[in-house]
């Protein structure tokens, strides 16, 4: 438990002498977490034992845990500080990259449709395609998103080179699209590709490639987390160019 966390636990026991102790401790933690109960005390202009007190109010045994849980508290701060910022700058680098991308043939290739299907390799992927369908609805252009292998297989034979699809994955390795994608190919249906690899096999068979930035954070005891929100920024972004173009086009 955070050391603030325990101050609000057990604030009803605290005096206006422990709140003030508190209030420095709040305000300087990294300096407390490394002095000494002397120095403390001077620096708050409280008694060693007023110090000592307030840690056993807070449920601890004394100064020396005290200040570790404040160690502690800075250590994961800090953590946390570094965690964030890894996850924005992976934001602002998706953002930045897609205002400098062209997205001119992608527009076209959606413009000139009769009709656009969208195919997710994934649960993270359908979920994309699903934000993308509304997304478009908003501009009055509706798209239809097929699910699974056995709606791949039916809709494979109905396709023309006047529709398109745009499949959806995350490394763009996944079997059931490169034979979905072989199959457009060979109709002459086309299709743009939404990957986060450059290098992957449905990238060089499609019409137009997307590729998308992701990143794994380590949040720590050797966990990995790995942020899919650029493929949600994608979408708006790929709205927005084609709603400008659709535009200038009429």
Avoid at 55 to 71: C, I, M, P, Q, T
Wanted: net charge negative.
């Amino acid at each position: 438990m955070k050391v603030d966390e325990r101050v609000s636990k057990y604030f009803n026991e605290l005096n206006a002498n422990d709140l003030h102790i508190w209030q420095y401790m709040a305000n300087n933690k990294q300096k407390c977490s490394e002095c000494t109960i002397e120095e403390l005390s001077q620096l708050c202009n409280s008694s060693k034992s007023s110090i000592y007190r307030f840690a056993r109010k807070l449920s601890l045994n004394g100064f020396s845990e005290l200040k570790y849980a404040l160690k502690n508290d800075v250590t994961m701060s800090e953590m946390e500080d570094d965690i964030l910022t890894a996850f924005c700058d992976t934001l602002t680098k998706s953002i930045n990259e897609y205002k400098k991308h062209d997205f001119t043939g992608v527009s076209e290739l959606i413009y000139n449709s009769q009709k656009v299907f969208l195919y997710g390799t994934g649960t993270l992927q359908r979920a994309v395609a699903q934000e993308m369908r509304r997304v478009f609805l908003s501009g009055n252009e509706h798209f239809y998103v097929t699910e699974g292998v056995d709606e791949i297989g039916a809709l494979s034979g109905t396709l023309t080179k006047d529709d398109l699809v745009i499949i959806i994955s995350l490394k763009g390795q996944s079997d059931n699209a490169r034979l979905f994608a072989k199959q457009l190919v060979l109709q002459g249906v086309p299709f743009i590709s939404i990957t986060s690899f450059e290098e992957n096999a449905i990238s060089h068979l499609s019409n137009e490639s997307v590729f998308v930035n992701t990143s794994e954070l380590d949040i720590g005891l050797g966990r990995k987390y790995q942020a899919l929100d650029s493929y949600f920024i994608l979408v708006n972004m790929i709205f927005l160019n084609y709603m400008t173009y659709k535009n200038q086009k009429k």
